[in-house]
């Protein structure tokens, strides 16, 4: 049974920094493709980063491209996701997500597997 578990997320103020992290337990974390994806309320789960199983390929939404940075420690099977200059905008509950079999970077919700059960970021204006 794969688990992974997140942390780290917050309330801050427009402009600051945050580190999410994604403890992955049950499974080879370093052999597949790992993503973040974000819900806000009332809104459908969107995709915000992912990375290839290596992690020397990733992807980002338009929307945080250039703020946000996705990495990950294979020895220590670990997931990250560093936010800065955080908006009002990027407020959503954050999940990471493990795919069942792909180890290039997906993108989508549907290439996703198993998910942690979230953490809360609030930035307020």
């Known amino acids: 049974q794969v688990q992974l578990a997140e942390s780290g997320g917050g309330l801050v103020q427009a402009g600051d920094s945050l580190r999410l992290s994604c403890a992955a337990s049950?499974?080879?974390?370093?052999?597949?493709?790992m993503g973040w994806f974000r819900q806000a309320p009332g809104k459908e789960r969107e995709f915000v980063a992912a990375?290839?199983?290596?992690?020397?390929?990733?992807s980002y939404a338009d929307s945080v491209k250039g703020r946000f940075t996705i990495s990950r420690d294979n020895a220590n099977d670990t997931l990250y996701l560093q936010m800065n200059s955080l908006k009002p905008e990027d407020t959503a509950v954050y999940y990471c997500?493990?795919?069942?079999?792909?180890?290039?970077?997906?993108?989508?919700?549907?290439?996703?597997?198993?998910w942690g059960q979230g953490t809360q970021v609030t930035v307020s204006s």
């Open positions: 990375i290839n199983w290596i992690g020397l390929s990733t």
């Open positions: 997500a493990s795919s069942h079999a792909a180890r290039r970077v997906v993108t989508t919700v549907n290439d996703y597997d198993y």
């Open positions: 049950g499974r080879t974390f370093s052999n597949y493709a």
